[in-house]
């Protein structure tokens, strides 16, 4: 009998690639994969193809329980509860914990590159979780998906329109990665059926500074645009005066600093090893969103 794959967060944008991915790229059968949501009621398009819909509440242990039993594989994607302190890691920890009470034999865990020294607020949350994992002793696969390319497209239009940037990340470089890619390399590692631990980095081929990203979308968009280089202080400033709440702007103040100090500065041939594929270019990618970036 062939192993059960079961996706937390199935409902969010990663869960539902993922999803798309295990079905139609590893061919994985539809009544093999859980998809696992707190409203399971979001999941009727998948229900329908076949795949099987539970409830599964990070902050109810015991829904966990009752989600992850008979469950072979389980992707443990990461929450978006970033609002209050801690409450992140408490809710990964739980979903751990359950998989280990009820018999999981593999445990994925979407998290982050180099979260052991990064400045992104969130950091401590996954390497808090990572180590959690590993505590259990089942085995795992650890994904640390690099900085979205997808990120860009929130507030990139509204600098298109002013032809402005604003930045912390100075002279630092990142390798993006797009959702959709690391949705397709996750989806090979759950169907690979292996029993060892490993973590991988998924990033783009190429690690870039804010000038050459803002002159790949300028490029990608045929409108003029400027990496204005900028203080933490400044920063966070504008953007709570944009009214993003406080723990945003502070996160994406953490993250720009993070490029700034190098920690993002690393490309990996993970993506490929994981796919036998190249990830999708910066400059593609942009093509590709060319509509909603000039929105």
Same mark, same amino acid.
């Given at each position: 009998?062939?192993?059960?794959?079961?996706?937390?967060?199935?409902?969010?944008?990663?869960?539902?690639?993922?999803?798309?991915?295990?079905?139609?790229?590893?061919?994985? *059968?539809?009544?093999?994969?859980?998809?696992?949501?707190?409203? %399971?009621? +979001?999941?009727?398009?998948?229900?329908?193809?076949?795949?099987?819909?539970?409830?599964?509440?990070?902050?109810?242990?015991?829904?966990?329980?009752?989600?992850? +039993?008979?469950? #072979? =594989?389980?992707?443990?994607?990461?929450?978006?509860?970033?609002?209050? $302190?801690?409450?992140?890691?408490?809710?990964?920890?739980?979903?751990?914990?359950?998989?280990? /009470?009820?018999?999981?034999?593999?445990?994925?865990?979407?998290?982050? $590159?180099? $979260?052991?020294?990064?400045?992104?607020?969130?950091? %401590?949350?996954?390497?808090? !979780?990572? @180590?959690?994992?590993?505590?259990?002793?089942? *085995?795992?696969?650890?994904? =640390? @998906?690099?900085?979205?390319?997808?990120?860009?497209?929130?507030?990139? $239009?509204?600098?298109?329109? &002013?032809?402005?940037?604003?930045?912390? &990340?100075?002279?630092? =470089?990142?390798?993006?990665?797009?959702?959709?890619?690391?949705?397709?390399?996750?989806?090979?590692?759950?169907?690979?059926?292996? @029993?060892? &631990?490993?973590?991988? !980095?998924?990033?783009?081929?190429?690690?870039?500074?804010?000038?050459?990203?803002?002159? !790949?979308?300028?490029?990608?968009?045929?409108? %003029?645009? +400027?990496?204005?280089?900028?203080?933490?202080?400044?920063?966070?400033?504008?953007?709570?005066?944009?009214?993003? *709440?406080?723990?945003?702007?502070?996160?994406?103040?953490?993250?720009?600093?993070?490029? =700034?100090?190098?920690?993002? #500065?690393?490309?990996?041939?993970?993506?490929?090893?994981?796919?036998?594929?190249? %990830?999708?270019?910066?400059? #593609?990618?942009?093509?590709?969103? /060319?509509?909603?970036?000039?929105?």
């Amino acid at each position: 009998m062939s192993e059960t794959i079961l996706i937390t967060g199935a409902a969010g944008q990663l869960g539902q690639k993922v999803i798309h991915h295990l079905l139609e790229t590893e061919k994985v *059968p539809a009544a093999n994969i859980i998809a696992a949501t707190r409203d %399971p009621a +979001k999941l009727a398009d998948l229900a329908a193809k076949g795949v099987i819909a539970r409830k599964a509440d990070f902050d109810d242990a015991a829904s966990l329980e009752a989600a992850f +039993k008979g469950v #072979d =594989r389980l992707l443990i994607i990461s929450t978006d509860a970033l609002a209050v $302190p801690g409450q992140r890691l408490k809710q990964h920890k739980a979903a751990v914990d359950a998989a280990a /009470k009820v018999g999981v034999i593999h445990i994925a865990y979407t998290s982050m $590159p180099s $979260p052991d020294k990064s400045l992104v607020t969130f950091a %401590p949350d996954h390497l808090g !979780t990572e @180590n959690a994992i590993k505590a259990t002793g089942i *085995p795992y696969t650890i994904i =640390r @998906n690099a900085w979205y390319m997808d990120n860009y497209l929130h507030g990139m $239009p509204h600098n298109l329109q &002013s032809g402005s940037w604003y930045t912390g &990340s100075g002279e630092g =470089r990142v390798a993006n990665i797009s959702r959709e890619d690391c949705a397709r390399a996750i989806a090979a590692a759950l169907a690979s059926s292996t @029993n060892e &631990s490993a973590t991988y !980095t998924l990033t783009g081929a190429e690690s870039l500074t804010a000038d050459q990203i803002a002159a !790949t979308i300028a490029d990608a968009v045929g409108k %003029p645009l +400027k990496a204005m280089k900028v203080t933490d202080e400044q920063l966070g400033q504008g953007m709570r005066g944009a009214g993003l *709440p406080d723990f945003v702007a502070d996160m994406l103040v953490s993250a720009d600093a993070n490029i =700034r100090a190098g920690n993002f #500065d690393l490309a990996t041939a993970d993506y490929e090893k994981l796919t036998g594929k190249k %990830p999708e270019t910066l400059k #593609d990618f942009f093509v590709a969103h /060319k509509a909603a970036l000039i929105a």
